[in-house]
């Protein structure tokens, strides 16, 4: 059973940076996606950023590109999310999540979050002066 555990959220004031971390396990070979989602109150979630770990693809949103970057360690078993110049419209509650068996390109994947069938518990990032 695949789980994540995510962490790393906090305030942190305009500008700041600050890495978010999923622990991730039960994958049963690397024909999986994993990624990052965040929510703000009263809106849909949103893709962050993703990995496809079959063949090392990536994907980002446009409103974060140049400014985030995804990475894997462990053979992906720690997933991260380093975000850089942080502003108040990054607040919300960030989802490490997963999908199996995905024969989609990661940024067709990052725009449908709710084909991602694992997620973590969710971390909150506040950014605000």
């Known amino acids: 059973q695949v789980q994540l555990v995510d962490s790393g959220g906090g305030l942190v004031q305009p500008g700041d940076s600050l890495r978010l971390s999923c622990e991730a396990s039960g994958f049963s070979s690397d024909d999986y996606a994993i990624g990052w989602f965040r929510q703000a109150p009263g809106k849909e979630p949103e893709g962050v950023s993703c990995?496809?770990?079959?063949?090392?693809?990536?994907a980002y949103a446009d409103s974060v590109k140049g400014r985030f970057t995804i990475s894997t360690q462990n053979a992906g078993n720690t997933l991260y999310l380093q975000m850089n110049n942080l502003t108040p419209e990054d607040t919300a509650v960030y989802y490490c999540?997963?999908?199996?068996?995905?024969?989609?390109?990661?940024?067709?994947?990052?725009?449908?979050?709710?084909?991602?069938?694992?997620w973590g518990q969710g971390t909150q990032v506040t950014v605000s002066s």
């Open positions: 999540a997963a999908s199996l068996k995905r024969p989609v390109a990661a940024y067709i994947l990052l725009k449908i979050p709710r084909i991602w069938e694992y």
């Open positions: 990995v496809k770990m079959s063949d090392g693809s990536t």
